[in-house]
């Protein structure tokens, strides 16, 4: 999709910023299901004991789990997306911007 120039600048760098810091996260969430030591489940197991609840382990490990391949998941989703646009001048007519290349 082909879209002024100020506005690729500002899709692009959204949404890269977007998804470095939901795979980001969602790796956080991958290591609090693999370590019963993360700070991340330290953090979740105290504020669900504050309030009386107690989780079971494999309960948080799924949880977690699904969590971080979620987050992983949206923000390569997110990434995808964001690379769809395009400035004027950055495709050839066969969408190639190699194809412009006055020099082959």
Do not use: C, H
């Not at 693999?34 to 309960?59: C, D, K, Y």
């Amino acid at each position: 999709m082909v879209v002024p120039i100020a506005v690729y600048k500002r899709v692009t760098a959204y949404s890269t910023l977007a998804a470095v810091v939901t795979v980001v996260l969602g790796f956080v969430m991958l290591d609090a299901a693999t370590l019963n030591v993360s700070l991340t489940r330290q953090l979740v197991v105290g504020v669900f004991g504050a309030v009386g609840v107690v989780p079971s382990e494999t309960l948080l490990t799924a949880l977690f789990s699904l969590a971080g391949l979620g987050l992983i998941a949206f923000g390569a989703g997110v990434y995808v997306l964001g690379s769809r646009f395009r400035a004027p001048g950055m495709t050839g007519e066969n969408g190639n911007s190699q194809d412009d290349d006055p020099e082959v």
